[in-house]
């Protein structure tokens, strides 16, 4: 499963995708949300802390959740007489299942294998039989270290490109 890192290179393409105006781009709220909800699914991890079972790639790394984070965004968006609400929702819900499709092309070393991504129409676990992504070690040996940061390096190689190249799409199409 890729990092917090990778997640948020991820999630900053699809804001940069979703983007009409340089604006939007540089949007300190709206770079904010992306690189939030493009993390925010791993945080079931914070749930083993409580009661020691594993939560993680449950109900938080599905489209359900994808579609209730959206949900959840329109209407703090709302709330706020912010009037791109819509707009940010749409965002967040990509965002979040761009963390979804991240992590079922990773590879999956925990068990139960795989992610609950169509919670809640199917509470089965899915996996990509050919993972493009490493898996993150969870414990702090050397050798987790050294492999985490191989990990972390193959992330960047893979999903920095695709970034770059849709800011500079976008800040030049803003510039005409």
């Not at 914070?46 to 984070?69: I, P, W, Y």
């Amino acid at each position: 499963m890729p990092s917090p890192l990778g997640h948020a290179l991820a999630g900053l393409t699809v804001h940069a995708l979703l983007s009409r105006r340089r604006e939007e781009l540089l949007d300190v709220r709206r770079v904010a949300i992306a690189a939030g909800a493009a993390v925010a699914p791993d945080l079931d991890l914070l749930f083993k802390l409580v009661d020691g079972r594993n939560h993680h790639q449950a109900e938080s790394h599905s489209l359900g959740c994808a579609l209730l984070a959206a949900a959840v965004v329109w209407l703090l968006a709302r709330g706020r007489d912010w009037p791109d609400a819509a707009r940010l929702a749409v965002m967040a819900g990509a965002v979040w299942t761009s963390h979804v499709a991240l992590d079922y092309l990773g590879r999956d070393t925990h068990p139960p294998i795989g992610l609950m991504a169509l919670w809640p129409v199917s509470s089965g676990y899915f996996k990509f039989p050919w993972p493009l992504f490493f898996d993150i070690g969870r414990t702090l040996t050397w050798e987790t270290v050294r492999h985490d940061a191989v990990a972390v390096a193959w992330e960047a190689v893979l999903l920095l490109p695709p970034l770059m190249l849709c800011w500079r799409v976008r800040l030049r199409e803003a510039a005409r």
